[in-house]
């Protein structure tokens, strides 16, 4: 059984059906990519999943439980967590402030203690700006605190959408190298991405959407290697 699996879902945004029909699993210890063009529904997804939107039709599972219709706040009780695009940190909250917000379903005081610190040893540069004002991070950086904001919840599968947008090609390098190391740690990740090539070179496996469908699938490197994906989305 997959940890999640996503059945036959459909969604609307009044009479436009911005997701049709798709169904796909991640499992336990994969990083699982999807990718596709700027409006092909790849948010959409991750937002019906976390239950920030509501299918409607079709059912998600998470370790084989019907989350389909429950809250969203319920739903990190559960172990997921979700990085929005657009990093979406709390700006006039110190970097530590926001990280202690991750871990608000929690309620033993040393395990928060220490995903604390297991968060500064993943981010360094976090721990150096513990107590800097987030929006006055650069972007980078931002993304590092919405990434160990996330990981605070200490989630079992973590969502990360398009968490390479906007980046330095440098700060790009840095994020993907987190998520390699996020998967080695023993978190599956549901990725979501638009730079497609650095996507599937950490990614298990892919899935690739368009117009709200998923045309293809299959093991990372073989998608990297396929005619159809490199001319659509690799520039080849």
């Known amino acids: 059984m997959a940890m999640l699996e ?24 994969e990083v699982v990519a999807l990718i596709g063009a700027n409006g092909a529904g790849k948010t ?17 599972y998470l370790d084989g439980k ?14 997921m967590a979700h990085v929005p695009e657009g990093r979406r940190v709390f700006a006039s909250l110190s970097v530590y402030d926001n990280l202690k ?51 605070m919840s200490k989630p079992r599968i973590i969502l990360m959408d398009e968490p390479s947008m906007g980046l330095s090609p440098l700060y790009v390098d840095e994020i993907f190298k987190i998520i390699s190391r996020i998967k080695k740690d023993g978190t599956t990740v549901l990725l979501v991405e638009q730079n497609a090539n650095m996507a599937l070179s950490v990614a298990d496996r ?15 490197n073989e998608l990297l290697n396929d005619e159809r994906v490199r001319k659509a989305y690799l520039g080849a």
Do not use: C, W
Request: zero cysteines; hydrophobic letters at 40%; a positive charge.
């Open 44 to 60: 959409t997804t991750l937002h019906t999943i976390t239950g920030l939107l509501s299918a409607a039709s079709g059912n998600i």
């Open 206 to 220: 892919a899935y690739v959407l368009e117009t709200g469908k998923i045309i293809i699938e299959g093991n990372a």
């Open 6 to 29: 996503v059945r036959d879902i459909n969604v609307f945004f009044g009479v436009i059906q911005a997701i049709k029909n798709i169904s796909f699993d991640v499992n336990q210890g």
């Open 66 to 79: 019907d989350i389909t219709k429950v809250p969203a706040h319920k739903i990190v009780g559960m172990g």
């Open 101 to 151: 917000m991750g871990a608000y379903t929690r309620k033993d005081k040393k395990e928060i203690a220490q995903s604390l610190e297991m968060v500064f040893t993943e981010f360094p540069r976090l721990k150096e700006r513990r107590n800097q004002v987030a929006g006055t991070l650069s972007g980078g950086e931002q993304q590092m605190l919405a990434m160990g904001r996330a990981l």
